[in-house]
């Protein structure tokens, strides 16, 4: 009799169960518009689409995967990755500019407060166009003050990659918001501002030191360290005509320069030089 149960077991299972799925393997080679074929966690078919991102093409999560699955096929959460969206739409789960930006393909239109799939540069949306406060990444976002730090301008989703004012700190100038860039890589401002009075070097933070304000005056101001002019943080003050150089003797330095009263920076001043010509702010 045991051995009859067993075979009808056995009978039963040949007849009735299926075989759980096998996940697809996933495209090592990701080109943007992109999709496969790939098989959800219950078993249920679903595709994979290769889209834009601000640190590059990448793969969204396997879906959509509403369909039930059959009763005999096993489900498995997969807690790597958040519940699948019933919309079939990846970005429809960002509810605000930070929740939205992680989202691999996903941007954050402030115009119309939603989060909607980026297009292939990441600077505006798939279909259609922002009308204002457009957001790739969280340091777009309006209430952010970080910004990412650069080299070039081809580092930076905007296109453009300026100098911090506070030290003259390459930073990715953000989309949709002022680059009010407080921290750059996590590094706030030193605790002297660029070509203001300084006691030491310490004052002046990593990218500065504390030097001469003019060569043959002796007072010493943070001077940002430089390449050529491009390096140098420009006066922001309203109206200010004061201009910004890279010294290349020695050391090379920024050195605010003017050519009449009136023209730096609030709080400076346009002093004469030992020839008694105007030439620096202090």
Known sequence: MREFTVFLLAFACAAGCSPAPTPSPTPTACTVGD???????????????????????????????????????????????????????????????????????CGWCGATGRCVAVNATCRGPATGACGSGWACQSTDCTDSTECRPCTTNSDCVSGTCGVRACDGAKACVPLGRPANCVTVGGAACPTVSAYRRCNGTADCGPRMRCAPVWPGQSENVCTPLCNDNVDCPQPVASGGVATAVCITSGTRACILSCSRAGTCDTGLTCRRDINGTYAFCL
Do not use: M
């Open 35 to 105: 999709e496969f074929d790939c098989t959800c966690a219950n078993g249920v078919l679903g595709a994979r689409r290769c889209v834009a991102t601000a640190s590059g093409p990448a793969f969204t999560s396997c879906g959509p995967c509403t369909t039930t699955p059959p009763d005999d096929v096993p489900t498995t959460p997969d807690r790597t990755d958040p519940p699948p969206d019933v919309t079939g739409d990846p970005c429809a789960s960002g509810a605000s500019c930070a929740t939205c930006t992680p989202l691999p393909g």
